[in-house]
Structure formats: C-alpha cells, structure tokens
C-alpha cells in the first residue's frame, strides 16, 4: 500500500517565525508568491497575524495563487496560562478561520521557558505537569466539539514537550495525535550518523497517533559539533542544523518505504528551519525538497 500524502508548506519554511515577518523578515506576499511558484498547493498559515487575518482578502490572496490551507499553526507560551480558558479567545478567532476555509488541523505547540537547555522541567512537580496537561487535553475537545478541527500536538527542541517519554506521556493523557515532526525527533532523541533511526521508529510505534507530519532533516555534523561544545538550540539553528531534506542523518529513502507500509494518509509539510536564509535561499531550499521527495516517490 502506498503513503498518501498531501504535501504543503509553511512561512517557517522562509525563515519566518513570528507575526511580525522575522527572523527572516520575508514579506508575507513573497512567501506565497514563491510557495506557488516552487509547487506547493496548500500551507499552513503560520504565526498568527502573519498572513492576512481578515478571511476575504486572505481568501483572495490564496485563491490568486490557487493555494489552499491545510491547518494552522497555534504557538503558545503554556508557562504563561492558568488554565485553557485563558487562552480560548486567540484560539476561537483561529479555528473560526480554519473552519472558514475548511481546514481541518490545528497545530499547536508549546514556547515556554524551560531554560537553554530544558533545565528547568526537572524541577517541575507532578501538579504543575498535570496543569500544562490539562489546558493541552481542554484544547483538543474544544477545537474537536466546536469547529470539528483536530488539534494535532508538534512535539518541538527546548519546548515543555521534546523527548519520547514527554511525548508519550502527554499522549496517553491527553488523547491527542501528533503532528510529527522528523527533524525535531531526531533533534532530541537520536543520533548524529547516518540512518539514524529515532524517528523512524517512534513512526513504527506510535503510527495510529501520527496523523501529520513535518519532514524535516538534521545536519549529523553540526549536531555532532553542538553536543560536543555544548551548545544550545538557537546556536544550532542558526548553524543550520536543520538541512535539506536528501543530506540529514534521517534516510527519507526508508521513510518512504515505512509510511508506504503503515498505509499513512495524511498532511506532510515540508518544513525547513532556517533563521538566517535570505528569501531567495529559502525558496531555492523549498524547490530541492519538494523535488527530492519526487525523485525518491514520497509524493506524486
């Protein structure tokens, strides 16, 4: 059985990270330009605020360029929250959108300060856990009973949820699936050789709750080079330790081979983090990736 996969972009992919454009400062009609152009037809829409909020002319934008939205992106600081209901109006006003251009995926993920190094979660009490997880678990039935979007968690490097039993922990409890990111996986729980295969076979594990991917690489040297000198994630990002998709320690080659097996239907996103590209570097990266997974047949 082969994989079916649609696959889409994202504005992080043109290094764009906040609402405000930056780090890499990419006008948001650029990037859409440019995600046409390479072959994309659908995307997620990125940091809230970042592409046009008011439906009609987002809707005109898109159609101009005959792309389609395939979820959005929640990025939210849990450490600064007491409970869901804090946080329900930005998350009402993005799923009304979605819901708007039938989108049905929310992908959220967490930003807070768990220090350089994810120091600070070893001095987290069970209550604290038990907290962050219950606004998790709150999020997914709202956005499900309210809007029929399925909130889908992006386990993410130096984020309150990265390592594989964080990730199962937050999964048996909350009953969310997982937008898995390959990159990020193997970031944190794997290797810095060649076919390393930490994500891989998270994939064979868990695949009844992966239902949306990020494809993503990671760079085996520079990893290597980060633990060695003990150096923190931004400092690897900007290293670009997230690399193009044909060069990582992850084989898409076997990947391809173990999503045609498990039959995965679904949204995979290619997904570059690359804070220091220039727009053109990074729609030339968003070309080579989508070419790659053609060339080795992850997509049609």
């Not at 998709?245 to 081979?257: H, M, P, R, S, W």
Request: one cysteine or more.
């Amino acid at each position: 059985m082969n994989a079916k996969i649609t696959i889409a972009t994202a504005p992080c992919s043109w290094g764009v990270w906040y609402a405000d454009g930056t780090p890499s400062g990419t006008p948001w009609n650029i990037f859409l330009d440019q995600a046409s152009e390479a072959g994309y037809k659908s995307l997620e829409l990125g940091p809230d605020g970042y592409l046009p909020a008011e439906e009609g002319k987002l809707r005109e934008e898109l159609s101009a360029r005959k792309l389609e939205v395939c979820a959005g992106t929640a990025c939210y600081q849990f450490d600064h929250y007491n409970a869901f209901k804090d946080l329900r109006p930005r998350v009402e006003a993005l799923c009304r959108r979605l819901q708007s251009f039938n989108a049905g995926y929310l992908v959220t993920m967490d930003e807070s300060d768990v220090g350089n190094f994810s120091e600070k979660k070893k001095d987290y009490p069970p209550s604290l856990w038990k907290k962050y997880f219950d606004i998790f678990k709150e999020l997914g039935a709202y956005t499900k009973e309210e809007f029929g979007i399925e909130t889908v968690f992006h386990p993410h490097i130096r984020t309150l949820i990265e390592t594989e039993d964080e990730i199962i922990r937050m999964m048996d409890y909350c009953g969310l699936n997982l937008c898995f990111d390959t990159g990020h996986h193997a970031y944190v729980n794997g290797g810095t050789e060649a076919s390393d295969q930490s994500a891989l076979n998270f994939i064979k594990a868990h695949k009844r709750r992966i239902v949306y991917l990020h494809f993503k690489n990671v760079d085996g040297v520079i990893r290597k080079k980060v633990l060695e000198e003990h150096l923190d994630s931004n400092a690897a990002f900007d290293m670009d330790v997230m690399c193009d998709l044909k060069t990582g320690v992850i084989d898409f080659a076997q990947l391809k081979k173990i999503l045609d097996d498990i039959g995965f239907s679904g949204i995979g996103v290619i997904e570059m983090d690359m804070p220091r590209a220039t727009t053109a570097q990074a729609f030339a990266a968003a070309k080579r990736n989508l070419e790659y997974l053609r060339e080795i047949r992850l997509i049609d």
